[in-house]
């Protein structure tokens, strides 16, 4: 098992068009990849599912990977996150957050 932690900066949390890009990017994959936040748990494969997290700006989203590509997909899947989701490249600190 793979699992990184990725803190949502985008001002307006995972909305449709991150979770969509998100969950494609996770069915490349055979592993099985969950997210966890607030206390859920989602499939990363389903928009619908990782919609239902709530995820706003500041959650921390706990990625588990298991399977036979675990290591790759884990290894893309957080570079995605850190790249795709937000391609501002804008990193925010706690004070921003809070905010």
């Known amino acids: 098992m793979k699992e990184f932690t ?16 998100l969950a ?6 055979a592993s099985n990849i969950s997210v966890k936040a607030n206390g859920k ?3 990363a494969k389903r928009l ?8 706003v700006l500041g959650t921390t989203l706990t990625f588990c990977i298991t399977g036979e590509d675990e290591e790759k ?11 795709q989701w937000n391609p ?3 990193v925010l600190n706690d004070e921003t957050i809070e905010n």
């Open 48 to 55: 619908v599912s990782l919609m239902m997290l709530g995820a």
């Open 6 to 21: 990725y803190t949502v900066v985008d001002k307006d949390g995972m909305h449709a068009r991150p979770a969509g890009r």
């Open 73 to 83: 997909a884990a290894r893309e899947i957080e570079a995605f996150c850190r790249t």
């Open 24 to 29: 494609m990017c996770a069915k490349q994959y």
């Open 88 to 90: 501002t490249g804008v």
């Open 41 to 43: 748990m989602a499939d």
